[in-house]
């Protein structure tokens, strides 16, 4: 029969910070969050909600985001929102008086106001939705869209579609514009750009 000796056991001095005695379990509760609820982080009278899907940019290679959408009222912008909105070109004192014409001058020309639009001097017949994307474009010239900022914004957030719906729409605009067909060009893999032509 095996004998142990009071040499060969080892107690373990107690941790420095423990109180000698019997050790206990002591239940620990869920840590609580260190940040503040997203409504005490807005400025008063503003709301947020989810934003649509197409309005939230794709990052490549990076799992799907999401974002949302924080409207403010306009007399309760932070300061530095009204900094921000100070720096935005301000509408002339044109605006609104019916010559809200984009195009610059050139052969194709749409006017919001009227909602109208030709190509040099020629009135083009549009349905609502080609109105609104040529204006769109026309009025960002140069400037890229996704097809999916152009169904969020020309055909409205709760638009149940897909990129193929701007696809036909640029389709029958081409078509109109006749020989300036080419001012609305295709971006491979993107989507569209309006660029105006080049004068003579």
């Known amino acids: ?31 609580k969050a260190a940040s503040a609820p997203v409504e005490q982080l807005l400025p008063p ?23 949302y959408l924080v409207l403010v009222p306009a007399d309760r ?4 929102l009204r900094e921000a909105t100070a720096l935005l070109p301000q509408a002339g004192p044109d605006a609104g008086s019916g010559e809200d014409a984009a195009g610059d001058g050139g052969p194709v020309r749409v006017d919001t106001v009227r909602r109208t639009a030709e190509v040099e001097g020629r009135p083009l017949d549009l349905t609502y939705l080609e ?54 060009q295709t971006v491979r893999r993107v989507g569209y750009r309006y660029t105006p032509p080049r004068a003579d």
């Open 131 to 184: 109105f609104e994307l040529l204006a769109h474009l026309v009025a960002h010239p140069h400037r890229v869209h996704t097809r999916d900022q152009l169904v969020a914004t020309v055909w409205g957030y709760g638009h149940v579609g897909d990129g193929r719906t701007v696809d036909v729409h640029v389709a029958r605009l081409r078509r109109k514009l006749g020989g300036y067909r080419q001012t609305i």
């Open 1 to 31: 029969m095996a004998t142990t000796h009071a040499s060969d056991l080892h107690v373990s001095a107690p941790h420095p910070y423990e109180p000698a005695g019997p050790r206990r379990l002591r239940a620990v509760g869920a840590p």
């Open 77 to 80: 912008q932070p300061p530095f």
């Open 45 to 67: 009278g503003a709301t947020w909600l989810p934003a649509p899907p197409q309005a939230v940019p794709s990052l490549p290679g990076q799992p799907p985001m999401v974002g």
